[in-house]
């Protein structure tokens, strides 16, 4: 079974402008899981969609956004960009929600914001 | 006082050792616990779910609950070079509502050969 994908793998964009990452979740999986990672802040939550709804959001300006369409796979945009977006985002999909229910990480898109 | 804590290393272990990598964290209601592995300049890998108090076996890998004493812990037997990596302690503390994950800020582990 073919592994969560992520496009692009790198992106260099300018302050000000705005972003969108892919991802593809593992067939069958319906929850995608959105973190973004930096040396600072390590790995934090940014949000969750299941079945085409956001589920849960963290603590991230209203310039991150993402969606998710009918085949499970997730968008996520941030616009306006600033330096301090510059990380490593992060998809990670699940096949439900539960107990112990596990999340496997795609490879991560670098953003470098300059 | 963060959420998930664990000590950032480096743990330095020889070859063939056991390492001893440590997680706690602070809310009581947390329900299920993660280890994940990260080379540098990689994706975490998932190495290992517990939810239940006590130990969990897989291969060389053993996790540890204590949710009495808020503790989660993850042995690995037989270190190998390979294995050194930056291990992270994720904790979901929703239950079934959601999955999102909270993260400590990993555990960098060196196995000399």
């Known amino acids: 079974k073919a592994g969560v994908t992520q496009t692009p793998r790198y992106l260099i964009k300018t302050r000000g402008q705005q972003v969108t990452l892919s991802c593809s979740p593992i067939s069958g999986h319906r929850s995608v899981s959105w973190y973004q990672q930096t040396p600072g802040q390590g790995l934090q939550f940014l949000f969750e969609?299941?079945?085409?709804?956001?589920?849960n959001k963290g603590n991230f300006p209203g310039r991150f956004s993402g969606r998710q369409f009918s085949n499970s796979r997730s968008e996520m945009n941030v616009s306006t960009l600033e330096l301090g977006d510059s990380a490593l985002y992060l998809c990670?999909?699940?096949?439900?929600?539960?107990?112990?229910?596990?999340?496997?990480f795609g490879p991560g898109t670098r953003l470098t914001v300059t | 006082q963060k959420e998930v804590e664990q000590n950032s290393g480096p743990l330095s272990v020889p070859e063939g050792a056991i390492a001893s990598l440590n997680c706690t964290y602070s809310d009581r209601v947390s329900q299920s616990f993660f280890w994940y592995r990260q080379y540098s300049g990689k994706s975490p890998e998932l190495i290992m779910s517990?939810?239940?108090?006590g130990d969990k076996e897989d291969g060389r890998f053993t996790a540890q609950l204590n949710k009495a004493s808020q503790y989660v812990s993850l042995l690995i037997r037989d270190s190998q070079p390979s294995d050194s990596a930056t291990y992270l302690c994720a904790v979901n503390k929703y239950g079934g509502a959601t999955n999102k994950l909270i993260f400590g800020t990993g555990t960098l582990l060196a196995v000399q050969p």
């Open positions: 969609y299941f079945s085409e709804t956001q589920r």
């Open positions: 990670a999909s699940s096949s439900s929600t539960g107990v112990g229910n596990e999340q496997y």
């Open positions: 517990i939810y239940s108090n």
